[in-house]
């Protein structure tokens, strides 16, 4: 089975357990910057979510996420993995995902949320959903193409990014729905 690109490309498409994706991309990330790996605090759902995509494009989008979030957060990260319907983790509650991520799951997505806290202003945020959309103003100082390049592959997926900013705790999330 393949799945092609917006150019017409066919990239292989695997069925393997979200997990493995995520662990393969926190691992390179712990190396790259020298984690002890309890900076990444990963939360699983009681089953695995199995998902049929490009692995290699999902690793790197996810990659990119968690390069994101451990570069510019406050130095702790938590991966929530999210299952189609309401296969999601003990203790996550409606109230912790936005409307936007409960109806891609309930229509068969899966999901891997991102979160931190990294003392965001309302500045911060627009800076942020400009960088995500690609569109940063000529005064923005853009940190390194990981949000882009998130968003590039998760298009590439046929999957979205769902942005979250609570500005009463300073908490990022960003969820990736494949």
């Given at each position: 089975?393949?799945?092609?690109?917006?150019?017409?490309?066919?990239?292989?498409?695997?069925?393997?357990?979200?997990?493995?994706?995520l662990?393969?991309?926190?691992?390179?990330?712990?190396?790259?910057y020298?984690?002890?790996?309890?900076?990444?605090n990963v939360?699983?759902?009681?089953?695995?979510?199995?998902l049929a995509?490009d692995?290699?494009?999902?690793?790197?989008?996810?990659?990119?996420?968690l390069?994101n979030a451990?570069?510019?957060?406050?130095?702790?990260?938590?991966?929530?993995?999210?299952g189609q319907?309401?296969?999601?983790?003990?203790?996550?509650?409606e109230a912790?995902?936005?409307?936007?991520?409960?109806?891609?799951?309930?229509?068969?997505?899966?999901?891997?949320?991102i979160?931190?806290?990294?003392?965001l202003?309302r500045?911060?945020?627009?800076?942020?959903?400009?960088v995500?959309l690609?569109?940063a103003?000529?005064?923005?100082?853009?940190?390194?193409?990981?949000l882009?390049?998130?968003?590039?592959?998760t298009?590439?997926?046929g999957g979205?990014?769902i942005f979250?900013?609570?500005?009463s705790?300073s908490?990022?999330?960003f969820t990736l729905?494949?």
């Amino acid at each position: 089975m393949c799945a092609s690109d917006l150019r017409g490309v066919q990239h292989p498409t695997e069925t393997v357990p979200l997990s493995t994706l995520l662990q393969s991309s926190i691992r390179s990330l712990v190396r790259d910057y020298d984690l002890e790996g309890d900076e990444i605090n990963v939360v699983v759902p009681p089953r695995d979510p199995l998902l049929a995509v490009d692995a290699s494009s999902a690793r790197l989008a996810l990659g990119q996420l968690l390069h994101n979030a451990v570069t510019s957060g406050s130095g702790w990260v938590e991966v929530t993995l999210l299952g189609q319907g309401r296969n999601w983790p003990t203790g996550v509650e409606e109230a912790d995902l936005s409307s936007a991520v409960r109806q891609a799951l309930s229509r068969g997505f899966v999901g891997v949320s991102i979160r931190n806290t990294a003392s965001l202003t309302r500045k911060d945020e627009a800076y942020i959903r400009r960088v995500l959309l690609g569109r940063a103003d000529d005064d923005d100082e853009v940190r390194g193409l990981g949000l882009p390049l998130a968003r590039l592959f998760t298009a590439l997926l046929g999957g979205q990014i769902i942005f979250q900013w609570r500005s009463s705790t300073s908490e990022v999330t960003f969820t990736l729905l494949l």
